[in-house]
């Protein structure tokens, strides 16, 4: 059977994640935190966005879709059964723009295949980068002129347009309006104002990060830096004010994810960060442009 998903199933669905996250990986990587405001975004529509799967009464695999991205997992159990596949093709159904795309962990080869044999190509690369708890944050103060601080209520607007006037600089990238840049920082349920901060010159913000206080690990979210305030350290400087707010508060792992369309990961390996997990972003053009 198959069916949408309401939000009355969304602890099912984050489990569901969570078991083949623990299995593929050894960790849980998504959070009812991290998938509930997505789901009550403007323009959110559960009915075309959300697929669930099942095996009698057992669900053997989920999925969702967000512009050009799509989510799916199916259970480690049953897997091998040909539900993959229509799980992708449920992606390609639902996907209201040209482009879809998922990203899978690098070393699940039989799940890799399954989208190189449907006509995907690698659009890149992305890897998760930590700091174990052995290890030093370097300490990065902001360049002469440039203040760090929380945000302001009032400044919301503004980082906000830092952050994706950044990100779309990346191709096949669906840009977010302001409310549903809301919806995955501010508003989530989770979010911790000290933790989203700017990088200022004189009254105008040049640069934002938001971070995300995990029960396991301090995660950076969103780095972004205007384009003519690069290469000056405000990056390196918003990282060591958060991750330096992290370890402060006793977290030991922080981390972050970066991609190959960014540049940015020599970089994060430059400062001492490990890399930890990799993924592939296989991509396909549809045929309903």
Same mark, same amino acid.
């Given at each position: ?153 009032? *400044? @919301?607007?503004? %980082?906000?347009? +830092?952050?994706?006037?950044? &990100?779309?600089?990346?191709?096949? $990238?669906?840009? !977010?309006?302001? *409310? @549903?840049?809301? %919806?995955?920082? +501010?508003?989530?349920?989770? &979010?911790?104002?000290?933790?989203? $901060?700017?990088? !200022? ?89």
């Amino acid at each position: 059977m198959e069916r949408s998903a309401t939000i009355e199933d969304l602890d099912a669905f984050v489990e569901l994640f969570a078991t083949s996250d623990r299995t593929d990986i050894g960790e849980q990587f998504l959070t009812r935190d991290d998938i509930e405001p997505s789901w009550e975004a403007p323009g959110f529509d559960g009915t075309r966005n959300t697929r669930l799967i099942y095996k009698g009464p057992v669900l053997v695999a989920a999925g969702m879709v967000l512009g050009r991205r799509a989510w799916g997992t199916v259970h480690p159990d049953f897997r091998g059964r040909n539900i993959g596949s229509r799980l992708i093709e449920w992606t390609e159904q639902a996907a209201a723009s040209d482009r879809i795309g998922q990203s899978v962990i690098e070393t699940l080869e039989d799940a890799r295949a399954l989208f190189i044999e449907r006509g995907y190509e690698t659009l890149y690369t992305s890897w998760v980068l930590r700091y174990d708890e052995d290890r030093n944050v370097p300490d990065s103060p902001p360049p002469a002129g440039i203040v760090i601080r929380p945000i302001h209520a009032s *400044e @919301e607007r503004a %980082a906000y347009q +830092v952050i994706e006037d950044a &990100f779309n600089e990346w191709p096949h $990238r669906t840009p !977010l309006t302001f *409310e @549903e840049w809301r %919806a995955d920082t +501010v508003e989530r349920n989770d &979010f911790d104002p000290s933790l989203l $901060r700017v990088a !200022l010159d004189g009254n105008t913000i040049v640069g934002s990060i938001f971070g995300i206080h995990y029960p396991e690990e301090g995660w950076v979210d969103e780095l972004a830096v205007a384009r003519q305030y690069r290469r000056r350290g405000i990056a390196r400087a918003l990282l060591s004010s958060v991750f330096g707010e992290f370890r402060s508060r006793g977290q030991g792992v922080v981390g972050l994810n970066t991609d190959s369309r960014t540049g940015a990961l020599d970089v994060y390996l430059g400062l001492g960060m490990e890399l930890k997990l990799t993924f592939v972003h296989y991509s396909r053009q549809l045929k309903n442009d």
